[in-house]
C-alpha cells in the first residue's frame, strides 16, 4: 500500500500525511471538535486530564542546544596543549635556523617536544575514533527510526520526539570533532598562510640544517612532522575550498542580479563566519 506523502506548510517538505510533520513536528491536522457528552459533575471532576503536551513544546526542548565550548570541553583543552606545544616547537626550529638557540640545548628541547606531541596526537587520535563510532552508531539508529515510522510500527509524535532527541546527541557531538580535528587550533580563513609557513620552514631546514649544525637524523624527523601537518592540513583545507567555493559563486549570483544586493550580503556574512571557526 503507498503512503500517502503531502506538502508540510512550514516546512514546505513532503512528509508522511499524519498529525504532524515528520520533520518540524508541525501540527498538520487540526482534531475535530467533538460535542461534549453529558456526564455527572462528580465524574467531570474525578476524570484524567489527558492533554498531551503540543509537538513544538517537545521540539524546543530536545533541540536547546548548548555552545560549542559547552559540549567540547575535554576536546578543546587537549587542542589547546597540542597547538601550544606545536607553537613552540616550530618557534625552536626558527631560532636554530637564525642561530639563536644552542645546538645541545636545540637537541634536547627538540626531543622533548616531539614526544609531548607524539602523546597528545595519540589521545587525540582515540578521541576522534570515539566520537566517530558514537556518531555512525547515532545515525545507523536515525535509519532505523525512520524505517520504523515509514512502516506504521511507531506513530508520529514518538517518531518526532525520539529523532530529536538523537539529532541532539549528534549535535553535541560534532563540536567535539571539530576541536580533534585541528590540532594546530587556527581559523580556517588562516589554513593557506599557515600552510604555506610549514612548507617554506621545511625547506629551510633542508637546505641550511646540516651547514648549521642540525643532525641528518633530525632534519629527517623534522620533514616527517611536517609531512603528518600537511597531512592534517588537508581535512581542513577541503573545508575551506567548499566555504570559498561558495562565497565565490554566491559572488557571481549577485553579479547576474539572481540576487539582491540585501540578500547577497547576509549570505555573505554567514559564509565568512564560517571561516573564522577553528575546525571542519
Not at 512528509?15 to 461534549?36: H, N, R, S, V, W
Not at 559572488?251 to 573564522?276: A, C, N, P, T, V
Request: charged residues 35%; negative net charge.
Amino acid at each position: 500500500m503507498a503512503t500517502t506523502r503531502i506538502e508540510c506548510p512550514n516546512c514546505h517538505r513532503l512528509t508522511i500525511k499524519g498529525k504532524f510533520c515528520i520533520y518540524c513536528g508541525y501540527t498538520l491536522e487540526q482534531p475535530a471538535e467533538q460535542p461534549k457528552p453529558i456526564v455527572e459533575e462528580a465524574e467531570a471532576i474525578a476524570a484524567p486530564s489527558t492533554q498531551e503536551v503540543p509537538v513544538e513544546a517537545v521540539e524546543q526542548q530536545v533541540t536547546s542546544m548548548p555552545s560549542p565550548e559547552e559540549v567540547a570541553v575535554e576536546e578543546k583543552r587537549l587542542v589547546d596543549q597540542m597547538s601550544t606545544v606545536y607553537l613552540w616547537y616550530f618557534r625552536l626550529i626558527d631560532l636554530f635556523l637564525e642561530k639563536e638557540a644552542d645546538p645541545e640545548v636545540f637537541q634536547e628541547l627538540f626531543d622533548e617536544y616531539r614526544s609531548r606531541l607524539r602523546t597528545l596526537d595519540e589521545r587525540r587520535e582515540a578521541e576522534i575514533k570515539k566520537v566517530e563510532e558514537k556518531i555512525n552508531s547515532l545515525t545507523a539508529s536515525l535509519e532505523k527510526l525512520k524505517v520504523k515510522h515509514e512502516v506504521g510500527e511507531i506513530p508520529d509524535r514518538q517518531y518526532i520526539t525520539q529523532k530529536l532527541e538523537i539529532e541532539r546527541e549528534i549535535g553535541k557531538l560534532r563540536p567535539k570533532l571539530m576541536y580533534l580535528r585541528n590540532p594546530f587550533n587556527i581559523r580556517l580563513g588562516d589554513l593557506p598562510t599557515f600552510k604555506a609557513q610549514l612548507e617554506e620552514r621545511l625547506a629551510k631546514v633542508k637546505t641550511s640544517g646540516l651547514e648549521l649544525g642540525m643532525k641528518p637524523e633530525v632534519i629527517q624527523m623534522f620533514e616527517q612532522d611536517v609531512q603528518q601537518s600537511l597531512k592534517v592540513l588537508e581535512v581542513l583545507m577541503e573545508q575551506h575550498q567548499k566555504i570559498k567555493k561558495e562565497l565565490n559563486k554566491l559572488e557571481l549570483r549577485y553579479k547576474i542580479g539572481e540576487l539582491k544586493q540585501s540578500e547577497y550580503l547576509s549570505l555573505k556574512q554567514k559564509l565568512e563566519r564560517q571561516l573564522e571557526l577553528r575546525g571542519g
